[in-house]
């Protein structure tokens, strides 16, 4: 991230973000596009590394938006979608439809039917009754991977464990419904059986996790006699949130997973399969921010000192989910951060908190910018009208300039679908 403090205001890229906010207004949110892209690089460089066939798709439900997707085409990154509105913003931009794959634990037969006859590369099928279904609405031959469960647990919160043994997504390996998904599929009419897709958990920030789910499938697959051309590990590579967090290590990290799959395949004397990943926060979640005005500040004598800002859970609902923290800067000053106090939302509930016990410069007053740092990965796409509360916009900065990518959502809007 390019943010820094230049004449006693913070910039990003020498864009002055009280410039960008005056022109935008706020809650505003402002991403890195150059840090976007070299994420996905880093990415690339550490498979190209290992010499095995890869892809990387993109997780959109971190953040989904035609000119991120245009990024994405750009960087040769393939897309993994999970709505009918995540495949519909996909195909207005500039990916191939051949590079998207939908995903997803209770697709509907509407959304099925779309994903087929918009092209997509393959189903992340995730049920038995699922093959059923896509086996019988296909229209021509499709291919698919089977998401397996593993019944391995991810060190990260309970909320964003997927791999364990009670889990709603995938078919659990142990209890022979994963075996039982492979057969049903290869014996499909209209699937082509491509392979097994796992993914254990969000927000992990070592490989030993999938190390283990890597050993434990290749086993798995030459004990069953199972032949797969992709091996999916999903996502779920952790940012840095606070100085408790820590960045996932891309290059050692892939090398090791890397390695780890090949020998692995070399123990059980198993063919080494196309390795693909599915990255969404590490992508997009350090390079983006959420700018906020200040607005009143209340001090509770020997309680609490509560500064409130014009957004809130409507566009930060982390916080209220997971107890997540962030840091936060003041944006029209550099100051020393000398006073604790608790940063509050301004929608109608106890809970819509930015962070509590957090210092923070005393002379903050209404009118300051704030940032809050790290926001771009399920904040805008987790936003909500509660309170009927406006969307925000969001700009990509680089080098070159600002340049926006979604407008803020207008009152009308708000209103359009209502029936007077």
Not at 174 to 181: Q, T
């Amino acid at each position: 991230m390019t943010l820094q403090y230049i004449n006693n205001e913070l910039t990003m890229h020498g864009h002055k973000l009280t410039d960008i906010a005056k022109e935008y207004g706020t809650p505003l949110f402002v991403y890195d596009e150059t840090m976007i892209c070299e994420q996905c690089r880093r990415f690339h460089s550490a498979l190209a590394k290992s010499r095995l066939n890869y892809t990387i798709s993109y997780a959109s439900k971190a953040f989904s938006a035609i000119q991120l997707f245009n990024l994405m085409a750009e960087e040769n990154m393939g897309l993994d979608v999970v709505s009918e509105g995540e495949l519909y913003t996909a195909l207005k931009s500039q990916v191939d439809p051949a590079r998207i794959h939908f995903h997803g634990n209770n697709k509907t037969d509407q959304e099925i039917r779309y994903a087929i006859e918009s092209g997509v590369e393959y189903f992340v099928i995730d049920s038995l009754d699922e093959i059923e279904r896509i086996d019988r609405l296909a229209t021509k031959q499709v291919k698919a991977v089977l998401r397996i469960n593993p019944g391995v647990e991810a060190h990260t919160h309970e909320f964003i464990q997927t791999g364990q043994e009670d889990s709603k997504f995938g078919l659990s390996i142990k209890k022979g419904l994963a075996l039982e998904g492979v057969r049903k599929i290869e014996a499909a009419e209209n699937i082509d059986f491509m392979g097994v897709h796992f993914h254990i958990g969000s927000q992990i920030f070592e490989s030993t996790g999938t190390v283990e789910t890597v050993k434990l499938v290749i086993e798995w697959l030459k004990e069953n006699d199972i032949e797969i051309q992709v091996l999916n590990i999903g996502g779920g590579f952790s940012i840095k949130y606070t100085d408790e967090d820590v960045s996932y290590p891309i290059e050692e990290g892939i090398q090791t997973i890397t390695d780890a799959l090949k020998t692995a395949c070399e123990t059980f004397d198993y063919h080494v399969p196309e390795l693909s990943l599915e990255p969404g926060r590490s992508i997009v979640g350090e390079a983006g921010i959420t700018l906020y005005e200040v607005g009143n500040i209340k001090e509770i004598p020997d309680t609490n000192y509560y500064v409130s800002i014009d957004g809130g859970m409507s566009d930060h609902i982390r916080t209220a989910l997971y107890d997540a923290k962030y840091e936060l800067r003041l944006v029209n000053r550099e100051e020393a951060h000398d006073k604790m106090m608790t940063i509050a939302g301004k929608l109608c509930e106890s809970g819509d908190i930015i962070r509590r016990d957090i210092r923070l410069p005393s002379s903050i007053q209404t009118g300051d910018l704030l940032t809050v740092l790290s926001t771009g990965a399920y904040h805008y796409s987790m936003s909500s009208n509660y309170n009927q509360m406006l969307k925000p916009a969001v700009v990509f900065v680089s080098e070159e300039g600002v340049r926006p990518v979604i407008r803020r959502q207008t009152l009308e809007q708000l209103v359009q679908n209502d029936i007077i």
